[in-house]
């Protein structure tokens, strides 16, 4: 049963904006921690942003802060990642995540600490 689904990937060049969006039709992310993350070809995955549960606090990786935010809409159990000044570095499956987020619900950007996963949306940036 698919309870996180994104969508908003396609191919930009560098510069360029993308918006992702995810659905949390499962509703997984009451509570608790919602984050992006991202895996390029031969790469670990890594963290990318995450949001507290009411949005209050966001965490961001070190090679995105300044150019992505994330959000999300708990109405429509919606986030969002607005991605700008992409650059190919860029250029990876994203991920969506909901989970505990850690100790302390501190909302990381550790994989290990997220136990839902959509099934991703790829971002391919041109030079």
């Known amino acids: 049963q698919v309870q996180l689904v994104e969508s908003g990937g396609g191919s930009v060049q560098a510069g360029g904006s993308l918006r992702l969006s995810c659905v949390d039709s499962g509703y997984t992310s009451r509570g608790r921690c919602m984050g992006w993350f991202r895996q390029g070809p031969g790469n670990t995955r890594e963290g990318v942003a995450t949001?507290?549960?009411?949005?209050?606090?966001?965490h961001y990786a070190d090679s995105v802060r300044g150019r992505f935010t994330v959000s999300q809409d708990t109405a429509a159990n919606t986030l969002y990642l607005q991605m700008d000044a992409l650059n190919p570095g860029d250029t990876s499956m994203y991920y969506c995540?909901?989970?505990?987020?850690?100790?302390?619900?501190?909302?990381?950007?550790?994989?290990?600490?997220?136990?839902?996963w959509g099934q991703g949306t790829q971002v391919t940036v041109s030079s």
């Open positions: 995540a909901t989970g505990d987020g850690g100790p302390w619900y501190l909302c990381s950007l550790t994989d290990s600490h997220y136990d839902h």
């Open positions: 949001i507290t549960s009411g949005g209050r606090t966001t």
